[in-house]
């Protein structure tokens, strides 16, 4: 079966730095693009940052210039360095796949980012 495990999470202090870490198993990791997510307390979970099996990265509005998406295909693993974090960057990431071209998607279990002021 799928399975994403997230690590890397932590608390911080504004202008601090984190790197989330997330191991896929169950899939065939080069293939497939993987997303990650996050989910701050009374908002919906929005999309942060993608990375396609080419490369192509993408980021959301407010992480651009300051995080970084990678991923290290031998290791199954996809990465987001996250640089200058600021408070509204609290929230519980999430690594997601969908492994083909309809649903079902798979997410890790979470990991919280909690950046202080």
């Known amino acids: 079966q799928v399975q994403l495990v997230e690590s890397g999470g932590g608390l911080v202090q504004a202008g601090g730095s984190l790197r989330l870490s997330c191991t896929a198993s169950?899939?065939?990791?080069?293939?497939?693009?993987m997303n990650w997510y996050r989910q701050a307390p009374g908002k919906q979970r929005e999309l942060v940052a993608k990375?396609?099996?080419?490369?192509?990265?993408n980021y959301a509005d407010s992480v651009k210039g300051r995080f970084t998406i990678s991923r290290d295909n031998a290791k199954n693993t996809v990465y987001l360095q996250m640089n200058s974090l600021k408070p509204e960057d609290t929230a519980v990431y999430y690594c997601?796949?969908?492994?083909?071209?309809?649903?079902?998607?798979?997410w890790g279990q979470g990991t919280q980012v909690t950046v202080s002021s």
């Open positions: 997601n796949v969908r492994p083909g071209l309809v649903p079902p998607d798979y």
């Open positions: 990375i396609t099996s080419g490369g192509v990265r």
């Open positions: 169950g899939i065939i990791f080069s293939i497939n693009t």
